[in-house]
Structure formats: structure tokens, C-alpha cells
């Protein structure tokens, strides 16, 4: 059988081309088989060959160039002079008696320096200060309601005063209109008392003047006029009008009356956070070797018309999704259902993820929310404005990550949740460019054990990779040859204890595995219909979710 056209694709040895990779030369970068070791050995004797297994690739030293002797590299390492040396200038006299350290100590020193102030950085500075950005935040959207009930406060305040003058004003207002009523009546009276002076004044003359038309001398003395009486004229009246006296104040005056705001106090604690402090790290995990021939252990028929995802609950329980709303969980060992959930709403789970908990999580594309199963009672946990959740996984500090799509489909990125809090969003690379394309395409999300945030984008036919900050780490665009020669699809994506990370490709019908630098190092087919939803499971077993066939497959690829 010709092994590069044969469906289980591997690296092959590029001397023999023919047996699959096993070691690798540092010194000339070449793969070899074991067999052909002994040959590539042989074949250059100018040089020193450094083999390596193959995925111990690139371990190999390469010591710097002497400054003072172009021929020779700096092996060695002057402590007092704080210079690298090669062994002419060690046996010179400019490093007579001097603390003389092999240059491999040294790097291995620096090494796990480097390594153990990552590991600081990874597990204490860095998850602190995204708590700190996180209080911030809280504290940030406190302001708009600590704000607004002091503004409240100062209204309410303002309407009490205008209530209380509102009243004062009524009051004084009524006491005038009480005392122009007085005055009116008081003045009245007296007009009515000088109208009466007019009238009999009048009836006076009238009498008087009959009088003169008579010649009865008696009548004229018997007659008396009461002109002394009108001739007292009467008291004027007199009414002093009231005044209103306004009390004279100055802004300030009133502001102290109507009540003072006290400044705004912006002080900072450098004792007021604390560094996180993360649990004991646990041993690294055993080095396991690829399988040469990856094995199928089980195959278990799903009642899917099409089968989409698969999410381990333990190594004896699996949950699925598929083309309907209904999520089951499969017994490994059986075969059979154990369990089933419907969704909320009634539509395609679109992913599912377990918790540390062991709590199903699943997205609703079309319902805008991400949901929780506890005690076989959905919840809802997170629902979206403006956009719609496609891949969720939960990661190693029990957070949650989602990556969604706008409305509009322009817009793609991802989002970490702790519970229902939005913690942090990831979108765009330093440059300020799109991470993942935009459009109706598939996306599906995992974490690798090193935090890395690996994103199977089938829009942009890439697994596209950023650190734990966001920062894009490699985009993996697939290995030519696949299987079936066709372009790069990739669907369902998980990692192993490797830092393995496995996509699914359904157009090639296999899975690709690739390091966690990017670098390809396998396929597995295993007679694969259409892959796409993935996971491991504590002993890195893949599970895999065929829609060809509707299959879920159980597959041994690591020794």
C-alpha cells in the first residue's frame, strides 16, 4: 500500500519516505525513522549531529558566536566578567582564576527562571489584575445609580423648598388680599357718609331756595340753616398701604441654607489590592507518544438524524446534541440513554460545553442566550442583545467562553463570562484587525491547558489561537496533503493533556492534531463520515460526532 495515498496520512521519515517519523536531526532539520538514524549519521561525519524524538524537535542548543574568535562558539560563561566565552578565551589569561560556568547551566537556570516568572504572570499577576480591570468595571457601572440618587436627593430637596415657599407665598398673598378687602370696606363707609353730606346738602339748598319765593316774614325767621354743620368738613381717612420686604441674600447664603455637596475625594490604597493567589500547580502530566495507527474502542448509534456535538460528563458518560432540541446522555459502555433535556425554548442547541461541576451549558443560536442545566432544570444564565451565541466551552478557572456573532453577521468575537458577568472580550489583533471573519459560518471554541483560546473558524478555514490576554499566538490553516486533497474545513475543536489540539475537518474526513505551537503532527481517520463535534475525555480518549452517519465514536490515539 502506498503510504501517501493511503487514508491514514502520517509524517513519513525523508530518507526512506516510507517508515513514519519517529526522531528528528537538530543539526540538519531532517525527520528520520529509527532505522534510518544509523545512515544520516554516516552520511555527514563533518558534522555533530544532535538526534532528537520528533516531538523534542528544535531542542537542541545553539550556542552564540565568540566576539573575539569567529570559528568558535561560546559554550562556556565568565561570571565575574558577565560575558559569554568559548575555550580560547577561557585558557587566555583575561580569565585566569575567574568563576567559569558551563553555558548550559546557565540557560537552564535562566530557563526556569523565565519559566517560573510565566508561570507567576499565568497564575497570579495576570488573573489579578483581570479581577482588578473587573472591579473597575463594577464600580464604573455603580456610578450612573450612586450618581443618580444624589442627584435625586438634591431634586427632592428642591421640591420640599418649593413646597414650603409655594405655601409661604400663598399665605401672604391671602393676608393682602385680607387687608385690601379691609381697606376697600374702610374707604367705601366713608364715601357712603360723604354721599349722605351731599344729599342733604342738597335737600338744604332745595329748601332754602323755596324759602326765598315767599313773602311770609314768619317763615323767614322761623327758618334755620344748617350750613355750620356742613361747613365742618369731615375727617379725611387715611390708609397706610402694606409693604412687602424681600430678605436680602447672597448665593452663597442660600446655598448654605438649602444644604452643601461636599467635594469629590479620589484617593488611592497601594495596599488596597491583593494578588491573587493560586492553588498548588499539580504535577505535569505523563508524556504520551502518538500512535503510529490510532484505534477505534466503541461506536455507539444516536437516534439524530444528524449529530452535531458531543461533551463528556465523565469517562463512562457522554452528552450529545444534534438536529433536534433534545440534548441525551449516553451511557460509553452501554450504548444507551441515560438521560434527556429539552431546550427552553424549543430550538437546536447550537453547542454544549460540562462544567468543572459537572453541570451541562448549552447556547441557543436563535433565542439570543446561553443556558444551564442544574438537577435536569434548565436556567437561563447569559442572554444577548444584538447578538447570537455559537461555541461555548468551560475552562479551567470555571469560566465561561462564548463566541458570538452581531446581527448584522459583520462582527465575530469572543467573550469570557464568570457566571452571567462579562469579564473579557476578545475581537481584534494589535493592529486592530478582525481575529475571526464575519458572515453565517460555523465557530466552535475550546481552552488548552496552557490557556491558550483555540477558535475553529470555518469562515476563515483556520484555527486561529490567542493567549490568555487576547494576543494572537498562530493561525493553523491545515497540512497538505489532507486525506481527501480538499481545502481545510474545520468544524469541532478540544485539547488533550498534551496541550494537543484536534479539529475536526469534515470535507478530508478526519482530524487533524497539531501542537500547541501550531505545528501538525498527525491525522486520524479511522474511517471517519463527516466529523464535527469533539472531545477528550481524563484519559484522552476522542470522542467524535459524525453527522455522516450519526455515529458517535470513541478513538484511541495516544499511547
Known sequence: ?????????????????????QMHCDTCLVNLCKACVGVHMVSDESKKHEIVRFQFRKSTLIYPVCKFHQKERCEMYCNQCDIQVCSTCNASRNHSGHNILQMTNV???????????????????FPTYQNIASDVQNRMSQLEKEYGDLSTAITKHGEDWHREIDKL????????????????????????????KITDISDEIQASSKLLELNDISLFLEFNTNIQEFTNLPAKVYKTLPHFTPIQYQPEQLMELFGTLSSLSLNSDEHGYKMK??????????????????????????????????????????????????????????????????????????????????????????????NIVKNEKIEELIRLQNWNSRGVCSTSSGDLLVIMDSDDKKQTKVVRYSGSTEKQTIQFDD??????????????????????????????????VVNQAGKLRFRYTGHTPAPENKPFNPR???????????????????????????????????????????????????????YGNIQMMKIKYLQ
Request: charged residues 30%.
Open 107 to 125: 540557560y537552564n537556570a535562566r530557563k526556569e527562571e523565565i519559566e517560573k516568572e510565566i508561570e507567576e504572570l499565568e497564575q497570579n499577576i
Open 277 to 370: 493567589k493560586s492553588p498548588e500547580a499539580g504535577s505535569s502530566p505523563p508524556v504520551k507518544q502518538l500512535l503510529d495507527e490510532p484505534e477505534t474502542v466503541t461506536t455507539i448509534d444516536t437516534g439524530y438524524v444528524y449529530l452535531y456535538n458531543v461533551a463528556c460528563l465523565s469517562d463512562e458518560e457522554i452528552w450529545t446534541s444534534g438536529d433536534d432540541n433534545t440534548m441525551e446522555l449516553y451511557s460509553i459502555n452501554q450504548g444507551s440513554v441515560l438521560k434527556s433535556i429539552t431546550t427552553k425554548s424549543g430550538e437546536i442547541p447550537y453547542d454544549i460545553t460540562v462544567t468543572k461541576s459537572g453541570d451541562l451549558v448549552y447556547t441557543d443560536y436563535y433565542d439570543r442566550t446561553v
Open 431 to 464: 493592529k486592530g484587525k478582525p481575529l475571526y471573519s464575519s458572515g453565517v459560518y460555523d465557530r466552535y471554541i475550546t481552552e488548552n491547558r496552557n490557556l491558550d483560546i483555540c477558535v475553529s473558524d470555518s469562515g476563515a478555514k483556520a484555527v486561529v
Open 169 to 196: 407665598v400663598k399665605k401672604l398673598k391671602a393676608e393682602v388680599d385680607e387687608m385690601k378687602t379691609k381697606h376697600y370696606d374702610a374707604l367705601k363707609t366713608h364715601k357712603d357718609e360723604i354721599n349722605q
Open 1 to 21: 500500500m502506498d503510504p501517501h495515498t493511503s487514508a491514514q496520512n502520517v509524517m513519513r521519515c525523508d530518507l526512506c519516505e516510507t517508515a513514519v517519523v
Open 492 to 546: 469541532g475543536i478540544t485539547t488533550d493533556s498534551q496541550s494537543h489540539i484536534l479539529t475536526a475537518d469534515d470535507k478530508n474526513e478526519c482530524v487533524h492534531i497539531i501542537d500547541q505551537d501550531g505545528q501538525f503532527l498527525h491525522y486520524i481517520d479511522c474511517g471517519l463520515k463527516n466529523p464535527e463535534g469533539l472531545c477528550t475525555d481524563t484519559n484522552d480518549n476522542l470522542f467524535v460526532a459524525q
